[in-house]
């Protein structure tokens, strides 16, 4: 019976040893992780809880620092939570303890911010930011003869409200505010000024040379033309160059005089030419497009531009005296294939890959035809002599253009003249002088500080703020708009004048850059939001909700006003840089 009970006894320590284990395990479980109970979707249509149990929540259990992401499969659980916002709407997010995680789809929208997901050493990891626009570091005080603020990194003619560059003129046509296109001096001067820039930065570009007449060294008949039966080809020596050239003479139905080029790593060509009848010149490219080569003509007309079954048309002009026809044959053939009806170029992913030949019709002479990396003053010298042919007699450069601002404001019709198109254009006139010591060049950019001593309302640009401070107009509308970067930009083009021609010839343009100057000190502390910067002064002459600067507006009055921190050593140029860059990393003004 001993025996027996000694048993029973064991099997019944037993068992309570096994239920006290269990027992522990389960309340373990329970107090270390809440993260075992599953919580199901709540319905849309549920009650939200009061605004008051968060806080009520977050006192009873404090929130703890975030802990490393999870690694998938490690164990960690994610609940499913509703989010309430604004008691307007619901958007899903997920719980992990303390923490709420919301889709940053949806922050990205609410908070204006910007990030995404990049490989960094071979991991994935997410990069967030405040703003999508950078601050260029300036490389030096400013001066008239050197880089112009951060355009070295200046596109102009790949933006898609660039119809084309004009084979005529060798500028951009704008597209901005009508599909017809038309000359814009600001888009021009910014044309020229950012190949200004860029031939100041980058290293000077490879040039192959297809063929000179001059024979130098010996090789002038070495070039691999070809005339075709019909075509004739020859070397004359020509006075007027007092050189030799090469003389042609292909009938259109003919093959035409070809030139053999096979480069497939530049794509600048450049050529002397001039015609004595109507003619072309045609290059033929293979690119990534899988079927026939695309061809570029240049042709002796004043069409604009034209694209039908891979050919593109561009017109040059009679060209019946000497002249160097330079065409980036990339941006050619992009603005060729998504030529449109709208105000924006076509998106394409169509790339050159090889020029293979250079094809001439009509009658006329061609020299140094050339491929290269990069031609920046040719860029430059053609938005610099634009200028200098269109400059009208009140020295300004009209916008032919319907300008509608905004609601409020009165229609800018055709006609009307822009002090940053002035600033800019002086900016670039006073660049081509200093490069040339062509007097032209300084004269036109003298003559165009006359729109600055007129009033909006009678044609001219100047405006004043509460009748104390003159303001140099971008879009000199009525009301006045007072937009910061146009007024800016307009008082480099009056510094470079100023500083350029002297203490005499410059005086009338170092008076207005001074006026502006003063405005500018007085009336920057109206652009400032706390968070931001604004564009204009609206909100104030309408009494309209302000219109908000965009980043990339917001970066460009940084840059501006560390330029002519340089130039000015004023306190207020500096103490709105350092706040305006904060803004751009979320640091806002104080609250009270």
Known sequence: MRCLAARVNYKTLIVICALFTLITVLLWNRCSSDSSHRFLP????????????????SQQHPPQPPEPPPVV????????????????????????????????????????????VVQYDGYDRFEFQHSYSKVYAQREPYHPDGVFMSFEGYNVEVRDRVKCISGVEGVPLSTQWGPQGYFYAIQIAQYGLSHYSKNLTERAPHVEVY??????????????WAAPKGCVLSRVHDKARATSVRQFSAPESSEGVSLQLGNSKDFILSLDLKFVSNGSVSVTLETTEKGPPFTIRYVTSAQLIAFKDHEITYGVGPRTAWSTLTRDLLTDLRKGVGLSNTKAVKATKIMPKRVVRLVLHGRGFVDNVTISTTAHMAAFFAASDWLLRNQDERGGWPIMVTRKLGEGFRALEPGWYSAMAQGQAMSTLVRAYLLTREPAYLGAALKAVGPFKVPSAQHG?????MNKYDWYEEYPTTPSSFVLNGFIYSLLGLHDVSE????????????????GMESLKAMLPLFDTGSGSIYDLRHFMLATAPNLARWDYHTTHINQLQLLASIDSA???KDVVKRWKNYLKGIRAKHN
């Open 500 to 515: 350029t021609a002297g203490e005499k010839l410059g005086r009338e343009a170092g008076l207005l850059f001074a006026r």
């Open 42 to 57: 709540r319905d849309a249509s549920a009650p939200s809880p009061k605004a008051g149990d968060a806080s009520i929540s």
């Open 571 to 573: 306190p207020v140029f």
């Open 73 to 116: 499969g490690s164990g960690v659980k994610y609940e499913d939570i509703d989010c309430l916002v604004n008691d307007e709407s619901t958007i899903k997010g997920r719980r992990e303890g303390a923490e709420v995680y919301l889709p940053f789809s949806w922050v990205e929208k609410y908070f204006d911010v910007y990030g995404k």
């Open 461 to 465: 640009v100047k405006a004043v703020f």
């Open 211 to 224: 063929d000179t007449a001059e024979d130098r060294d010996g090789r002038a008949g070495a070039a691999p």
